[in-house]
């Protein structure tokens, strides 16, 4: 399969969680027109320092999208499933297409609902030293997955950490990983603010 390509770094997409956004640069408004007149696909990666992609991204399908005034898109991005990046195709167009091989990720058991507690104990404590504007009483009602999923597209964590969550096989890693990164994040600004 041939999609167009958007590399923004700290915007993640997962299967099954919805990423609003506003496309404002000539380029990507030529993509989001290319993805309209085609399967409405577009598919999210993150960029090296060297402009490179990651191999790994995962795919969604505009669900909604608004033309503003000022020709800006505001859409809704539904993401469908991760894949690898298979070769980069040159068209001429000023965005990146690919060519791309679905896989399955995400997948296993779901996990326990009494997981849930744990990670929103470490996530509050980590919302409140970022700022994060997130209603804990909103999210609480995800399941674990859901509320994971959630966790890194709202959070701060740098690009490779974010894109390691990406490439991640199983629920249960996930969990596992997110739940040491709040802990480690947690752990380092206690000792920058003792240090201060």
């Known amino acids: ?27 990507y408004i030529d993509m989001v027109d290319y993805s309209l007149s085609k399967n409405r696909f577009i598919g999210m990666v993150q960029q090296k320092e060297n402009n490179s992609l990651y191999n790994v991204g995962c795919y969604g399908k505009i669900t909604v ?32 297409i690919c060519e791309i091989e679905i896989f399955d990720n995400f997948n296993g058991p779901n996990l326990q609902d009494g997981l849930k507690s744990t990670i929103l104990d470490s996530f509050e404590k980590y919302k409140k030293v970022k700022n994060i504007n997130v209603n804990l009483d909103d999210i609480s009602q995800l399941n674990v997955v859901d509320l994971l999923k959630l966790i890194i597209m ?39 603010v003792s240090i201060n």
């Open 65 to 96: 999208f608004n033309e503003t005034p000022d020709k800006r898109y505001l859409i809704n991005l539904e993401g469908i499933s991760c894949f690898n990046i298979v070769k980069e195709i040159d068209t001429g167009c000023k965005f990146r």
């Open 154 to 192: 709202v959070s701060p964590f740098d690009v490779s950490v974010k894109q390691m969550f990406l490439e991640l096989k199983s629920n249960k890693e996930l969990y596992e990983n997110i739940l040491s990164t709040l802990e480690i994040e947690l752990a380092a600004n206690q000792e920058s």
């Open 1 to 27: 399969m041939k999609i167009p390509i958007f590399p923004l770094n700290g915007a993640i997409l997962f299967p099954k969680t919805n990423l609003p956004l506003n496309i404002f640069e000539e380029r």
